[in-house]
């Protein structure tokens, strides 16, 4: 049974940074892309970053470029998120993701691309 359980979340004045960490469990034998979404109050949970099973291919939302960064350790099974220059607007709760990839530099961006996700960690950034 595959889980992930993320961390790391917080409350962070704005200009600070956080760092998200998602523990992946249960996923052997597979390649598998992974991927942070995040959902506001009143809002559809959209993405923010995804990186292939290899770490060659990275992906960012335009509001986070430059700003947020997406890594992996394959040995450890975790993926972090550095988020860098935070805004208020980045306030959310914010998801990893785990989605079936058949080549390793492959990437999802799309929800429905995903099949496992974490309970989510919540980051508020105060103005």
């Known amino acids: 049974q595959v889980q992930l359980v993320e961390s790391g979340g917080g409350l962070v004045q704005a200009g600070g940074s956080l760092r998200l960490s998602c523990a992946a469990s249960g996923r052997t034998g597979s390649t598998y892309a992974m991927g942070w979404f995040r959902q506001a109050p009143g809002k559809e949970r959209e993405f923010v970053a995804a990186i292939s099973w290899s770490g060659a291919s990275t992906l960012y939302a335009n509001s986070v470029k430059g700003r947020f960064t997406i890594s992996r350790d394959n040995a450890k099974n975790t993926v972090d998120l550095q988020m860098n220059s935070l805004k208020p607007e980045d306030t959310a709760v914010y998801y990893c993701?785990?989605?079936?990839?058949?080549?390793?530099?492959?990437?999802?961006?799309?929800?429905?691309?995903?099949?496992?996700w974490g309970q989510g960690t919540q980051v508020t950034v105060s103005s």
């Open positions: 993701a785990s989605a079936d990839t058949r080549r390793v530099h492959d990437l999802r961006v799309r929800i429905s691309e995903y099949g496992y």
